[in-house]
């Protein structure tokens, strides 16, 4: 019995051609055109994702010394 294999795109070469796709969209575009392009362009991930990676996790109320560690003068 033969199996069917089918001719799947690598991820590689889908990058690629989304890079290429990208490339051909905004090769003549002006920086304030760019900007446009990128703030409309929709993103893999949602805008909540990169609000949240955005903004620094608060410390612990820990000190940063190591209190293991002897001072030195």
Known sequence: MKTK?????????E????????????????????KEYVNKRESVFPKSCWDKA??????????TKDSAAPERA
């Open 5 to 13: 294999i089918e001719n799947k795109i690598s991820y590689v070469e």
């Open 54 to 63: 955005s903004k620094p996790e608060k410390a612990d109320a820990v000190s």
């Open 15 to 34: 990058l690629r051609s989304i890079r290429d796709k990208i490339s051909l969209d905004i090769q003549d575009m002006s920086f304030e055109q760019l």
